[in-house]
């Protein structure tokens, strides 16, 4: 009688409960789930949030001020916030592309409010997390 494990996806190997690479799965999952609950708390905050990542994109300006250098870095980091910029001010679904007038003629005309390409929180996130980790690079 064969009590061992039969195989599977990992050639044979199961991960018992105690293995390095099962603790290791565990721990990175519960952080990834911690994380996401702080960001999950702070999507209502839509004032605090802006404030915050305001002050760091100042200390960051300070920062590359005083060292003076670190300009192409920051250049590059422009562009990338123009690029995040230019999503979150145009909309979904471009008006030149569709057909027909873009103005409601009639009473039963759908009236579509204005949809953004790139919604708010998906615009701080990257804005703010790019902002932050260029710390690492002006030492």
């Known amino acids: 009688m064969e009590t061992g494990p039969t195989g599977g996806a990992l050639g044979g190997d199961d991960l ?32 605090n949030r802006w404030i915050g990542c305001l002050a760091v994109v100042l200390i960051y ?3 590359v001020y005083f060292v003076q250098g670190f300009y192409i870095v920051t250049y590059g980091l422009g562009i990338y916030l123009l690029n995040l910029l230019m999503g979150f001010l145009s909309p979904q679904v471009d008006p030149e592309m569709e057909d027909g007038p873009s103005l409601p003629v009639s ?7 204005f949809v953004r390409r790139l919604p708010e929180f998906k615009f701080w996130f990257p804005l703010f997390t790019v902002c932050f980790n260029c710390f690492d690079l002006v030492k």
């Open 107 to 113: 009473g039963s005309d759908e009236f579509r409010p």
């Open 61 to 63: 300006a300070v920062r």
């Open 16 to 47: 018992s409960p105690s293995s390095p690479a099962a603790v290791i799965s565990r721990w990175t999952f519960e952080v990834s789930r911690r994380y996401q609950h702080l960001l999950d708390k702070t999507v209502p905050h839509v004032l």
